[in-house]
């Protein structure tokens, strides 16, 4: 399938039900952005509720992570608009960012500090006391079944550790929206379902919206809505279910590899 021919589809069945009162933790709209003249993002359109589990799967080199770093505003967006919990990104940056939680593709954790003292240190950035980070800290490694890691050193912790750590950080100021981008670089195979099946429960009972970026097919669940970014634009949206049908494939990979023309493998 040529780049022209790739559909744009709409959501329709397949994804999780959205119930009437849901907020939009996410609005991107129209999204375009460019390297020395080059498009990086062209016209990136979707939205994300409460609650909801979006896999942002593209080839390396799709766009994903320069997505993430106009939503976290490491990059300025000057064409399009992005609204989280119905802040305009620009206009109100700080309240805008204060909802939104991030686990970054390179590790952020200072290894020389505990994990409590990681955790705490992201807590006072977002004003709370120090008996209120740890609380906090506490009820999501316990969570993360990370609960006596505490006063461990990071550099003492796996690599499947350090991931949920960041996780915890980044749910401690209990955020509308949760960004992951590639979280699963580098570790085996036992800690990415780990740790992905941790998210998707997190995703459930917090309520949070979730945006995990990948290039992995088999990070993608059966019921799980797919957004699909190809040379910077998004050339699918929808349940894994539909992709599959709508392309004529047997497998969401399958899929996958019609949408990118091959390029994903």
């Known amino acids: ?15 999780q039900t959205r119930r009437a009162d849901d907020s939009t933790a996410l609005d991107v709209r129209d999204l375009s952005f460019s390297y020395s003249g ?31 770093s106009l939503i976290t505003r490491l990059y300025d ?24 939680g991030v686990v970054f593709q390179q590790p952020t954790l200072d290894m020389d500090l505990t994990v409590r003292q990681n955790l705490s240190y992201h807590g006072a950035l977002h004003g709370m ?47 509308r929206l949760l960004l992951l981008d590639e979280p699963t670089v580098g570790l085996d195979i036992a800690s990415r379902r780990a740790l992905v099946e941790h998210v998707h429960r997190l995703c459930r009972e917090q309520g949070v919206a979730v945006l995990w970026a990948t290039h992995l097919i088999d990070e ?5 809505r797919v957004i699909v970014l ?5 050339c699918a949206d929808g349940g894994v279910a539909e992709l ?22």
């Open 244 to 265: 599959v049908s709508q392309t004529a494939s047997a497998s969401i990979g399958e899929a996958f590899d019609r949408l990118t023309e091959g390029e994903a493998r």
């Open 220 to 224: 993608v669940y059966p019921d799980d």
């Open 230 to 234: 190809h040379r910077g634009r998004v």
């Open 38 to 68: 080059q498009p990086v993002l062209e016209s990136v359109s979707f939205d994300l509720k409460a609650g909801e589990f979006a896999v942002l799967l593209g080839p390396n080199g799709a766009g994903k992570t320069t997505l993430f």
């Open 77 to 100: 967006h000057r064409q399009g608009e992005i609204r989280i919990g119905g802040l305009d990104l620009r206009r109100h940056s700080v309240e805008a960012h204060a909802q939104m």
């Open 129 to 175: 006391t120090p008996a209120e980070a740890l609380r906090r800290a506490s009820q999501q490694l316990t969570r993360l079944e990370m609960q006596g890691s505490l006063r461990l050193r990071v550099r003492h912790l796996s690599g499947g550790q350090r991931r949920r750590v960041e996780i915890a950080r980044g749910l401690l100021h209990e955020p």
């Open 1 to 15: 399938m040529t780049r022209e021919m790739a559909p744009a589809f709409t959501p329709e069945g397949g994804k």
